[in-house]
């Protein structure tokens, strides 16, 4: 698959490593969209990328609303203490970005 079929554009899953529920959390999805991927395929919210970083991590770097961070602990509770290959939690994340996530949510979890 490319975007604009040059080469440098390919989407190849061997370099990237990201699922639907990846690219939602990443890009800001609405609740309903992330609910919709993880009632597709709930184990989604178990696989890494590239970097090793779960959904939980991508939503929380990426400043998700808390109803789809509690929508990926509730399908993968133990993700609130899976590090990164930076070593990062996604508390860590939480800790060191500026953005208005609401800490409660990780840290009830």
């Known amino acids: 698959v ?4 040059k080469d440098n554009a390919l989407f ?3 370099v990237w490593r990201r699922l639907p529920l990846h690219e939602a959390c ?3 999805a609405p609740p309903t969209v992330v609910y919709a991927l993880l009632s597709v395929y ?3 919210a178990h696989i890494e990328s590239n970097f090793g ?3 939980l991590h ?8 808390a109803e789809v961070i509690n929508c990926i602990l509730a399908a993968y509770p133990a993700a609130v203490f899976a590090r990164d290959k930076s070593g990062c939690t996604p508390m860590d994340i939480l800790n060191g970005t500026a953005r208005n996530i609401d800490h409660d949510v990780i840290i009830a979890a």
């Open 2 to 5: 490319t975007s604009s079929g």
């Open 12 to 14: 190849s899953w061997d």
């Open 26 to 28: 990443r890009r800001q």
């Open 42 to 44: 709930p184990a989604s």
């Open 53 to 55: 970083e779960l959904p």
């Open 58 to 65: 991508a939503s929380v770097r990426c400043g998700a609303c």
